[in-house]
């Protein structure tokens, strides 16, 4: 059972930045690839960002490209995820996964086996 705990969310104002973390509990952090999610009120939960087991991949959503960047520091067993230049429709509970297998589907919430409790962030214009 991997335990994975979000934090760094917050409200702020459009055009700024924030740094999201998720802290893992789990030894082999670096067996699991991780992503991270956000869910808007009424909206369907939905992609946003990727990383492969070492890091050396990242993977992103189309909206985000250029503004977020995902990374993981393995030693430390957490991924983080640094939003920059931000906008309102990026107002959502953020959510970050484990997925302990491989697959070409990690676009897909169902792809993870391990959540967060998610941590809010809102834009104001």
């Known amino acids: 059972q991997v335990q994975l705990v979000e934090s760094g969310g917050g409200l702020v104002q459009a055009g700024g930045s924030l740094r999201l973390s998720c802290a893992a509990s789990e030894r082999t952090f670096n067996s699991y690839a991780m992503g991270w999610f956000r869910q808007a009120p009424g909206k369907e939960r939905e992609f946003v960002a990727g990383t492969s087991l070492s890091g050396g991949s990242a993977y992103y959503a189309d909206s985000v490209k250029g503004r977020f960047t995902i990374s993981r520091d393995n030693a430390k067993n957490t991924v983080y995820l640094q939003i920059t230049a931000l906008k309102p429709e990026d107002t959502a509970v953020y959510y970050c996964?484990?997925?302990?297998?491989?697959?070409?589907?990690?676009?897909?919430?169902?792809?993870?086996?391990?959540w967060g409790q998610g941590t809010q962030v809102t834009v104001s214009a």
């Open positions: 996964a484990a997925r302990g297998r491989p697959t070409t589907a990690y676009r897909l919430p169902s792809a993870y086996d391990y």
